[in-house]
């Protein structure tokens, strides 16, 4: 069994308003806050936050219609510190000691994220990630929370990953599936797109197919079960992605 790790990414759509730039809802976020720090205190060791761009990081990439110049991409990267910068003010808020840490410092070596993280990890520090603007051999790109997460989660083996987001799991006509194959995921949700620059659902979860038969299952909750989600074996809520 492997230690009581856990990599959380929470969806822009659970805090922001991907339709109203640069706008941020507190409640929830201080929900999904209380619940990283009721799972410290009762069932996890060390957790990594990665969040995603919501109504800064979609809008502003939306807004210059990708990340081709110099001016997107540093402008993506300053709003998004920017969000960053709130939810890691949030943790601290409710106990969590947190760190941002810049993706696009890595330039060209996402694969060194990892041991940093972990190093993070191992002092009791939650390193809060975001996707973010990044710079590889085929130029400006964006790495989304959702790949940052799932590499994360493989590169740390670690028990838990869990996908909080603004709709409570994988819908089937209109109902939250409980248990899914990551195949039939797939099917269910099409190329269901929305606001989101990287993709939406459908790139979310094709992003893990690899990844999830080395992880184990998964889960894609809405924030009143991310408790649940990181301190249960099965949770009663939600959608756990299975290989
Ligand atoms: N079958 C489905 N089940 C769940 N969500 C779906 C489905 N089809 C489309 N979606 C859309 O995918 C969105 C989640 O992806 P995304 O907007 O990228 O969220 P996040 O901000 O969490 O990354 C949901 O809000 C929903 O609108
Ligand atoms: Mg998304």
């Given amino acids: 069994l492997g230690r009581a790790w856990a990599v959380i990414k ?6 922001t308003d ?20 009721r799972a410290l205190d009762d069932c996890v060791e060390c957790v990594a936050l990665v969040h995603g761009g919501g109504s800064f990081g979609h809008y502003v990439v939306s807004e210059h219609g990708g990340l ?13 510190r920017e969000l ?8 601290n808020l409710y106990g969590v000691p947190a760190v941002g840490i810049d993706t696009h410092a ?11 993280v972990e190093i993070y990890m191992e002092r009791g520090i939650v390193p809060v990630l975001y996707g973010d603007a ?15 997460a799932w590499r994360l989660a493989q590169a740390l083996k670690v028990t838990k990953l869990v996908f909080v987001t603004g709709v409570g799991g994988i819908l089937r006509d209109g109902r939250i599936v409980s248990r899914i194959s990551i195949e039939d995921a797939l099917r269910v949700v099409g190329k269901a797109r929305g606001y989101d620059v990287t993709g939406g659902m459908a790139m979310k ?17 809405g924030r009143e079960c991310l408790y649940q989600a990181l301190c249960e074996e099965e949770p ?3 959608t756990m992605l299975e290989p």
């Fill in 10 to 15: 929470v969806g822009g759509s659970v805090f």
């Fill in 18 to 37: 991907k339709r109203r730039p640069f706008s941020i809802d507190t409640r929830s976020l201080e929900d999904v806050c209380r619940a990283i720090r």
């Fill in 68 to 80: 081709a110049t110099r001016d997107a991409f540093c402008q993506t990267v300053f709003f998004m």
């Fill in 84 to 91: 960053n910068q709130v939810v890691v003010e949030m943790l």
């Fill in 106 to 116: 890595f330039v060209g070596r996402l694969d060194d994220l990892g041991g940093v």
């Fill in 134 to 148: 990044f710079i590889s051999e085929r130029g400006f790109e964006v790495v989304s929370g959702d790949l940052i």
């Fill in 205 to 221: 979860i094709s992003l893990g197919i690899d990844a999830i038969r080395e992880i184990g299952h998964v889960h894609i909750v």
């Fill in 236 to 238: 009663s809520c939600g």
